[in-house]
């Protein structure tokens, strides 16, 4: 497999798992999405919320826009997905997934370097696959995040590993 297409299936698994979260999630009674509980975030539809600022915020990254243009954006971000229902949610992260698919297809080189400007980290030369992994990853800890607050709540989580997604894949096959 190709550094292109890894960093494809890589994305395309975030997806996935996202989408089987929402699918879970459309399963459970209306009042688990906005239930206050003790967490990384106080609800699930936070939790949510700040995964797609996230989303919009690195996809912009690594489409090289500058800060100056991003920065005044986040407030718009943060807005588009407070007080939504699952099902909206679930729409707002497969428009964000389209506009992300249409970018990875625009990026012939996913190892290119590239350096960004963190305003509290600093500087850091690195490569777009790096940050699409961060991507990935951040995805990942969050969706662990929201089935801690599910069992808070007494409900199950739904199995979102790499795993899964590799042997449905293959299953599809």
């Not at 990384?40 to 797609?52: A, D, E, W």
């Not at 305003?119 to 490569?127: E, I, M, S, V, W």
């Given at each position: 497999m190709s550094m292109r297409e890894h960093s494809h299936q890589l994305y395309e698994y975030h997806v996935w798992a996202n989408e089987r979260l929402f699918?879970?999630?459309e399963q459970l009674p209306k009042e688990v999405f906005d239930a206050e509980v003790t967490s990384?975030?106080?609800?699930?539809?936070?939790?949510?919320?700040?995964?797609?600022l996230f989303e919009q915020l690195y996809m912009s990254v690594?489409?090289?826009?500058?800060?100056?243009?991003?920065?005044?954006?986040?407030?718009?971000w943060t807005k588009e997905a407070q007080g939504k229902t699952v099902e909206e949610m679930r729409r707002l992260f497969a428009e964000v997934a389209e506009q992300f698919r249409d970018l990875l297809r625009r990026t012939p080189d996913p190892d290119k370097a590239m350096t960004i400007e963190?305003?509290?980290?600093?500087?850091?030369?690195?490569?777009?696959?790096?940050?699409l992994r961060h991507v990935?990853?951040?995805g990942t800890y969050h969706r662990g995040n929201v089935t801690a607050m599910l069992r808070q709540q007494g409900y199950?989580?739904?199995?979102?590993?790499?795993?899964?997604?590799?042997?449905?894949?293959?299953?599809e096959e």
């Open positions: 699918a879970h999630l990384v975030f106080p609800s699930v539809s936070q939790t949510l919320g700040h995964m797609y690594l489409a090289e826009v500058p800060n100056e243009e991003i920065f005044p954006k986040i407030p718009d963190h305003p509290k980290y600093g500087r850091l030369d690195t490569h777009f696959s790096d940050i990935v990853n951040h199950a989580g739904v199995p979102t590993d790499y795993m899964f997604y590799l042997l449905e894949r293959q299953a």
